[in-house]
Nanobody, 122 residues
Framework: QVQLVESGGGLVKPGGSLSLSCEGSGLTLSQYAIGWFRQAPGKERERVSC????????YSAESVKGRFTVSRDNTKNAVYLRMNNLKPEDTAIYYC???????????????WGKGTPVTVSS
């Protein structure tokens, strides 16, 4: 069956860094655009980053631009999100999701992971 599994979340101090991983099973991630989303209590879900299929173009939301970097390692069937200079407002559950399309257009994703929590606090 298709499965996306996030890992790497945890507690980090403001200004610190974390790397999240999204590993795929039952699907080849290189064939999908992969988006990273986050949702904090009481707030709407937000797409923070996306990496396209085929050409690996990357995109970031203004809220994380210059701080977060999304990348792929197709040999490991994985996508990563490097988060630098973390802020308390980055606290959320982070999800990866895949779709057999581009990073833009329809917002619908084909597959979702269960999420990994990130807490930024001193």
């Amino acid at each position: 069956q298709v499965q996306l599994v996030e890992s790497g979340g945890g507690l980090v101090k403001p200004g610190g860094s974390l790397s999240l991983s999204c590993e795929g099973s039952g699907l080849t991630l290189s064939q999908y655009a992969i988006g990273w989303f986050r949702q904090a209590p009481g707030k709407e879900r937000e797409r923070v980053s996306c990496i396209a299929r085929f050409d690996d173009s990357t995109y970031s939301a203004e809220s994380v631009k210059g701080r977060f970097t999304v990348s792929r390692d197709n040999t490991k069937n994985a996508v990563y999100l490097r988060m630098n200079n973390l802020k308390p407002e980055d606290t959320a559950i982070y999800y990866c999701a895949a779709r057999a399309g581009g990073c833009f257009g329809s917002y619908g994703m084909d597959f979702w992971g269960k999420g990994t929590p990130v807490t930024v606090s001193s």
